[in-house]
């Protein structure tokens, strides 16, 4: 059974940096769609980021542009989301999610629906 684990989370002031990885175990399907989400409260989750294992370049939405950067190892079976210049509205639950994904043009489809399987999520809070 696929199984996705977070770590990372934490507390830190608005500007700083963290690292948040997510490692994978259990997938039997060739490519995936591998990706991080984010709820914060009172909100609905959302897309910020998600990589093909196929290749390609990722896909970052609104959120995520030119602050956070997404990378994999699949090596290791491990994806982490690097986010710097963290401000209060980055103050979330963050979650890994997977999908199998056969094409590269499959990782555009950010709906929450679409993803199976989650982590359990690591939460970030950001002090101004």
């Known amino acids: 059974q696929a199984q996705l684990k977070e770590s990372g989370g934490g507390s830190v002031q608005a500007g700083g940096s963290l690292r948040l990885s997510c490692f994978a175990s259990?997938?039997?399907?060739?490519?995936?769609?591998m990706a991080w989400f984010r709820q914060g409260p009172g909100k609905e989750r959302e897309a910020l980021a998600i990589a093909w294992t196929g290749g390609g370049s990722p896909y970052y939405t609104a959120s995520a542009q030119g602050r956070f950067k997404i990378s994999e190892d699949i090596a290791q079976s491990s994806l982490t989301l690097e986010m710097n210049s963290l401000e209060a509205e980055d103050s979330a639950m963050y979650y890994c999610?997977?999908?199998?994904?056969?094409?590269?043009?499959?990782?555009?489809?950010?709906?929450?629906?679409?993803?199976?399987?989650w982590g359990q999520g690591t939460q970030v809070t950001v002090s101004s």
């Open positions: 999610a997977a999908k199998p994904c056969e094409r590269y043009i499959d990782i555009f489809s950010t709906s929450v629906d679409d993803y199976k399987d």
């Open positions: 259990g997938y039997s399907h060739r490519t995936h769609c």
